[in-house]
């Protein structure tokens, strides 16, 4: 055949109407992402640690506006409650501590409960004599929400009769008759209002005989209320509930006192607590030294971490990339001069830095403003060290040289083609800063340096020096929030260990 | 070589002297405490802020805390007195500076020395045998405990460590002997500092662990290590002269590190120990706006960090004769 002479009609056009294109892709194509989201999504542990980081960050969003405390109710009363939750009750999480009391001390928590039917002292655990003076001690397990029993109040008289309509409304009794001025021999108390009882035949004590108590030493309370043979008499004024017995010899119980601004009444404070607030008290992680719902206090201190970390991250990273890719990818002055200022930068110990902002800013802008300022000043240096060496790796390679002879501005060729090569290392910077963030945060406010117990918010620092303060007695009010915070470093670590992993193509395939 | 130590060091004093200026600029730009004391004792006061030279321009001021610092011979302490301010709480009142460090810097040494004595080797025994059983479950353990422990911050086990030595059993007491008492390297001291040390090292144990199990796993990959091996060296042999010599490399600067790292302590654990050391002595300073305190210990603290920094990086080319340094 003769191949320079070939038949012109033996040539067909392949196609001459429309676009010629590639064929489509027949398999899914795999960008980096998506690569590194599917080795992400093995890494088991790291996808757990994800999954607690959530609910972390949900609890900490959620708590302070759903839960019916806030940081500032403050209840004078039920101080130092142990942690109590009805799914766990059976772990010990029942809001009850152990105690060692002496003789008058079991009789008077059990006097809070013989009163009105539930009982403080849970179970008694052990029951000693003590060897020098032969006075029993018992070890007792005592609910803390029990404990404060009753507690005078003063009433103006609209809520006086209020209080009186929601009794007979509701039948629960919140008003107790008032105690006869007597002294028992429990003197650790100095709140008379559960001081209700006589024991039987105390006068018999001198005698050096027991008899107040029986056999098995539990005592025998006699109540010791105020009587008074007219209700209306005088500056008394009683409402009268059904206590079998009252009124039969011509006495009657005195419910409240009146006084100047207008009466005083002896009230079962977990009952008036429910009246005032709707519910019964009820904490997850008990409270603390103020009164103040452990459970939501945490989830403000965690909001506050969680908002300054994200926002110093983010800060740091815009900084930290473009001071980056000026650094790299300029070289020469411009990135010796830059150089020389991170030195100065790094070389500030950042407890002074910290310090100083909040000495000159706190007032003007705020603590927590400042020390937002605080962190970022040297908290780019990372993400900038990070995004230079990248630069420095790739800039003078073929693909950006070709770039640049197409003529692609300095601005395109730092962001469209060097920058994105350093994504997954700014990805898990910027990540990992956020744990630094919020350890670096409870440090300060542990310390005291900075001072966020302004009203309305807390810090996790702050509820642990508070905690620290009540160790040795409360252990919970430290335990919750440091709980929290190991949770919460263990959980960045891990999520940040697979990140990198997954965002490290060198380590594709070696674990398949 | 030597040309290039000399340079970074001179680089460093530079560094030093532009944070120490501005710290200083910046601390004196904060505003003076307030007489707190009425009358005469407030006449006093003021004419010790103009003895003092508070009154000056700043900068002249900063001349005259340099010119003290470099003058040991006057008697009066050469970083200046902690100012009298009638701030009601005078702890360091006419104390000079210099003296009150000296008297709290060997707490915060002793404590961290103790502290770093058990944990290298505790770390480094820890880290070498995760990376000699790597990837079987003695190496599972070890490298899990380490993730939980670095995460964990410090004060967090020293929370545990005061709860359960100190409170629950009972082992040991809450507060740190006193230098009256107790020599700094006797047994009772060593008692009682024992919860702090061991909260100090946790860390320390955790962080050289990872490294150097980072390190020597990476060695043991290594060509020539097989190469020792296929000469006839025993796995011990091979391991001890070839794998743990490299390892070491980057290790040891570590070390080196950890050791400056020691004069500046750890503020946290020593506020939750009550130990008087240098730390302490820093948030006292904040606390009471005792400026003259908190710039010496910011000088102090800018000092140590930035000499910890270029002993680490220049302990590289003595370590390791390969490595050239300053070499572009």
Same mark, same amino acid.
């Given at each position: ?512 | ?111 961290? !020395?103790?502290?770093?004595?058990? #944990?290298?080797?505790?770390?480094? =025994?820890? &880290?070498? /045998?995760?990376? %000699?059983?790597?990837? *079987? ?70 962080? !050289?662990?990872?490294?150097?199990? #980072?390190?020597?796993?990476?060695? =043991?990959? &290594?060509? /020539?290590?097989? %190469?020792?091996?296929? *000469? ?70 800018? !000092? ?12 590289? &080319? ?11």
């Amino acid at each position: 055949m003769d191949y320079n002479n070939l038949p012109k009609d033996k040539f067909v056009f392949a196609k001459r109407e429309g676009k010629i294109a590639d064929k489509k892709l027949e398999t899914k194509p795999i960008g980096s992402f998506r690569d590194a989201m599917r080795r992400f999504r093995k890494n088991k542990s790291s996808v757990a640690a994800a999954v607690i980081i959530l609910i972390l960050f949900l609890y900490a969003f959620i708590v302070p506006m759903a839960s019916h405390y806030t940081i500032e109710d403050r209840d004078g009363y039920y101080k130092m409650l142990r942690p109590r939750s009805k799914l766990f009750s059976w772990l010990g999480w029942d809001g009850c501590m152990k105690q060692q009391e002496s003789q008058a001390g079991y009789d008077y928590y059990g006097s809070i409960g013989f009163e009105y039917g539930q009982s403080a002292i849970r179970s008694v655990q052990g029951k000693e004599i003590d060897a020098n003076t032969g006075n029993p001690i018992y070890q007792v397990y005592v609910d803390s929400y029990e404990v404060v029993g009753f507690t005078y109040v003063d009433l103006v008289k609209e809520e006086y009769e209020a209080l009186k309509e929601y009794q007979s409304k509701t039948g629960i009794q919140v008003v107790y008759p008032m105690p006869a001025n007597y002294k028992t021999d429990f003197v650790a108390v100095t709140n008379g209002a559960n001081l209700w009882y006589m024991l039987a035949d105390e006068s018999d004590k001198t005698s050096g005989e027991a008899r107040d108590h029986d056999e098995e030493g539990r005592p025998i309370y006699v109540a010791n209320y105020l009587k008074k043979s007219n209700k209306t008499y005088g500056q008394y004024d009683s409402i009268r509930l059904n206590i079998p017995g009252d009124g039969d010899d011509g006495q009657y119980y005195v419910y409240a006192v009146k006084n100047q601004t207008g009466y005083h009444l002896r009230v079962l404070y977990k009952e008036y607590y429910r009246y005032v607030h709707g519910y019964y008290a009820d904490h997850l992680f008990g409270t603390n030294q103020h009164g103040q719902d452990i459970f939501v206090c945490l989830a403000y201190g965690a909001r506050l971490s969680f908002l300054l970390a994200i926002c110093v991250s983010v800060i740091n990273l815009f900084i930290g990339v473009i001071y980056g890719a000026i650094e790299g990818y300029y070289g020469g002055v411009a990135d010796m001069i830059m150089e020389r200022i991170t030195e100065i930068l790094d070389g500030m110990p950042f407890i002074v830095v910290a310090t100083l902002f909040q000495m000159h800013l706190s007032r003007k802008v705020g603590p927590v403003v400042s020390l937002i300022f605080a962190f970022v000043l040297a908290g780019w240096l990372g993400i900038a060290y990070r995004v230079r060496t990248q630069f420095y790796r790739f800039k003078n390679q073929e693909y950006v040289l070709a770039a640049r002879t197409l003529g692609a501005s300095d601005k395109r060729l730092i962001f469209r083609h060097i920058l994105p090569n350093s994504v997954g290392t700014i990805i898990t910077g910027t990540v990992l800063i956020i744990p630094s963030v919020i350890f670096s945060e409870s440090m300060l406010t542990y310390l005291g340096i900075v001072n966020m117990e302004t009203s309305g918010y807390t810090s996790v620092g702050t509820l642990l020096s508070h905690g620290q303060t009540y160790m040795s007695t409360n252990p919970h009010i430290l335990l919750f929030p440091a709980l929290f915070i190991s949770l919460l470093e263990i959980a960045f670590n891990l999520f940040g260990n697979g990140l990198r992993d997954a965002f490290n193509p060198s380590l594709r395939g070696a674990d398949e | 070589m030597l040309k290039y130590v000399l340079k970074r060091i001179a680089l460093m004093f530079v560094v030093f002297f532009i944070i120490a200026t501005m710290c200083f600029v910046l601390i004196k730009l904060l505003p003076v405490p307030t007489i707190k004391v009425q009358g005469r004792d407030a006449n006093l006061v003021l004419q010790k802020r103009e003895q003092m030279g508070y009154n000056k321009p700043i900068m002249t001021q900063y001349a005259i805390y340099w010119k003290n610092i470099f003058n040991f011979k006057k008697s009066d302490g050469s970083f200046g007195w902690s100012p009298d301010f009638g701030l009601g709480e005078q702890m360091y009142i006419s104390q000079p500076v210099f003296d009150v460090l000296k008297e709290k810097l060997p707490y915060t040494i002793v404590v961290n !020395l103790y502290s770093i004595l058990i #944990a290298i080797p505790l770390g480094l =025994l820890l &880290g070498i /045998y995760a990376a %000699l059983r790597k990837n *079987k479950w003695q190496d599972h353990v070890v490298s899990t405990a380490v993730m939980l422990v670095v995460s964990v911050p410090s004060y967090v086990y020293a929370f545990l460590v005061q709860y359960f030595l100190c409170y629950k059993f009972g082992w040991f007491s809450l507060t740190v002997a006193s230098r009256e008492t107790a020599n700094f390297f006797s047994w009772t001291m060593f008692k009682s500092m024992f919860p702090a040390i061991l909260s100090l090292s946790f860390g320390t144990i955790a962080y !050289l662990c990872r490294f150097s199990r #980072a390190e020597l796993s990476e060695v =043991l990959t &290594g060509d /020539y290590l097989l %190469l020792a091996r296929t *000469k006839g060296l025993t796995k011990t042999q091979a391991i001890t002269r070839h794998a743990m010599r490299n390892a070491m490399v980057p290790i040891l600067p570590m070390i080196l590190g950890e050791f400056i790292g020691i004069l500046s302590g750890s503020l946290i654990i020593e506020g939750i120990f009550s130990i008087p050391g240098i730390g302490k002595l820093l948030i006292t300073s904040i606390e009471l706006r005792d400026y003259n305190f908190f710039m010496s210990l910011t000088f102090f603290y800018t !000092l140590i960090g930035l000499a910890g920094t270029l002993v680490t990086d220049l302990s590289y &080319g003595f370590i390791d004769p390969r490595i050239k340094m300053g070499a572009k």
